[in-house]
């Protein structure tokens, strides 16, 4: 079973910054793509950030050039630095992982998600 464990979000003012981490726990035999995605009231979930294991990003349009995703494979984390927060950037964010727990079986595991709030 895999545990991922989120970090970082809270309260910040609009222009201000905040940095998200996940770390990931458990019987885990490779990681491959992590990503985060956000979750506003009454709205889908959706993609924020994701990266490959070789280190390939993609971002969504409005968080481009504002947010950066990385992870450190040592630790099986996975972050993401949030500047400029504008108030639409609030939402609950949650991490994924993907990956694979032994030959021939992958897992995929979600956070439990942490609130970010930008006050205007």
């Known amino acids: 079973q895999v545990q991922l464990v989120e970090s970082g979000g809270g309260l910040v003012q609009a222009g201000g910054s905040l940095r998200l981490s996940c770390a990931a726990s458990?019987?885990?035999?490779?990681?491959?793509?992590m990503g985060w995605y956000l979750q506003a009231p009454g709205k889908q979930r959706e993609l924020v950030a994701h990266i490959t294991s070789g280190g390939s990003t993609n971002y969504a349009t409005s968080v481009k050039g504002r947010f950066t995703i990385s992870r450190d494979n040592a630790k099986n984390t996975v972050y993401l630095q949030m500047n400029s927060l504008k108030p639409e950037d609030t939402a609950v964010y949650y991490c994924?992982?993907?990956?694979?727990?032994?030959?021939?079986?992958?897992?995929?595991?979600w956070g439990q998600g942490t609130q970010v709030t930008v006050s205007s």
């Open positions: 458990g019987s885990i035999f490779s990681i491959n793509a």
């Open positions: 994924n992982v993907a990956g694979r727990l032994r030959v021939g079986v992958d897992f995929g595991s």
